[in-house]
C-alpha cells in the first residue's frame, strides 16, 4: 500500500522529461563556468554548472519542480527575477542528463529542413524605395535649420551681448 502511494505519477502520453525540455525551450538556459578561470584561480572561483528554467507563474513553478521531483533530480531554490520564476538546478550531471534530453527530443519533435527541390524559385520582384513618413521629413528639416552646438559657439556674437567666454 506505501508503495502504491510512493509511485510517481505523470499525465499520460507525455514524458516528463519533455515536458522539462519544453520549458528549456521556451526561454530557459545553462550556466557553464569557464575552465581557465577555475583553473587559474579555484578557490575564488565559484561557478558550477547550473541549468535555469523561468516560469511565468507560481503555478508553473510548482509543474515544473513536480516534474524534476518525477525525474529524479533535485530542484534548487526557486527564485523571482523579472516578474517571472526561475528554478535553478545544480550540477554536472543534471546538465549532462538535461542536455542528453534535449537531444532524444530534438531529434524526436524538431521538425527536420524540407529537401530543396530542383526547381528554382522565382525572384522577388525589388521593392520601391518607402517614402520617408511626415515626422520624419520634419526632423529632417529641423535639423537643417538648427544649427549644431559646435556651429553655436564658433559664431560671432551680435552686438551688445559679450560671450561667457570672453567674460572669464
Do not use: C, I
Request: net charge positive.
Amino acid at each position: 500500500m506505501v508503495g502504491a502511494m510512493a509511485k510517481k505519477t505523470q499525465t499520460p502520453g507525455t514524458r516528463p522529461e519533455f515536458e522539462l525540455v519544453e520549458f528549456f525551450h521556451r526561454n530557459g538556459y545553462m550556466r557553464v563556468p569557464n575552465e581557465a578561470l577555475r583553473q587559474a584561480a579555484p578557490r575564488d572561483y565559484k561557478k558550477g554548472y547550473e541549468v535555469r528554467l523561468v516560469a511565468r507563474t507560481q503555478k508553473e513553478l510548482a509543474t515544473m519542480r513536480r516534474l524534476l521531483r518525477q525525474v529524479d533530480l533535485r530542484a534548487g531554490k526557486p527564485f523571482p527575477k523579472h516578474n517571472q520564476w526561475v528554478q535553478p538546478v545544480y550540477g554536472r550531471a543534471a546538465m549532462d542528463v538535461f542536455n542528453s534530453w534535449l537531444a532524444a527530443y530534438d531529434s524526436k519533435h524538431r521538425a527536420k529542413p524540407a529537401a530543396k527541390s530542383a526547381a528554382p524559385k522565382k525572384a522577388a520582384a525589388p521593392r520601391a524605395a518607402a517614402k520617408p513618413s511626415k515626422p520624419a521629413k520634419v526632423a529632417v528639416a529641423r535639423a537643417a535649420a538648427k544649427p549644431s552646438k559646435s556651429a553655436k559657439a564658433t559664431a560671432p556674437r551680435a552686438a551688445g551681448k559679450p560671450s561667457r567666454r570672453a567674460a572669464r
